[in-house]
């Protein structure tokens, strides 16, 4: 039996496992932290079940991060927003820092989804 007011989250993974440099790994954690605390803060409001799936690939030229949620989305334009909030300003500071590139996509009613990029540098990730 569920609690009132509780929400189901479900989490999906899918991840390769890496080695990775700790100058990157530990601001790649940051941002993966902030990402999962905004959806579970904000992505589900109203909602009694929603699904987060964190994807992580390696190619031979990149690091290539996914989380989505199919929560409620934003507002059109309110993504795409230069700083449209301080846990989205963290992320894209945290994004830059390690010389990855972000990008971030949502719609009212089918979720948000970031899409992180990472270049691989010579023995950073085997």
């Not at 987060?52 to 690091?63: N, P």
């Not at 927003?81 to 301080?86: E, G, K, N, R, V």
């Amino acid at each position: 039996m569920k609690n009132p007011g509780q929400t189901r989250i479900e989490l999906s993974l899918e991840l390769q496992p890496l080695n990775f440099d700790v100058k990157r790994a530990i601001p790649l954690g940051l941002v993966i932290t902030e990402i999962l605390t905004n959806a579970l803060k904000h992505a589900f409001a109203g909602r009694d079940e929603g699904h987060i799936i964190i994807k992580l690939e390696k190619t031979e030229q990149e690091l290539k991060l996914e989380i989505a949620d199919d929560g409620i989305g934003m507002e059109e334009g309110k993504a795409a927003a230069p700083a449209a909030t301080l846990g989205t300003e963290i992320i894209r500071a945290l994004a830059d820092q390690i010389g990855a590139h972000l990008e971030m996509t949502s719609r009212p009613g089918e979720g948000t989804k970031y899409s992180l990029r990472l270049p691989l540098k010579a023995n950073s990730v085997h």
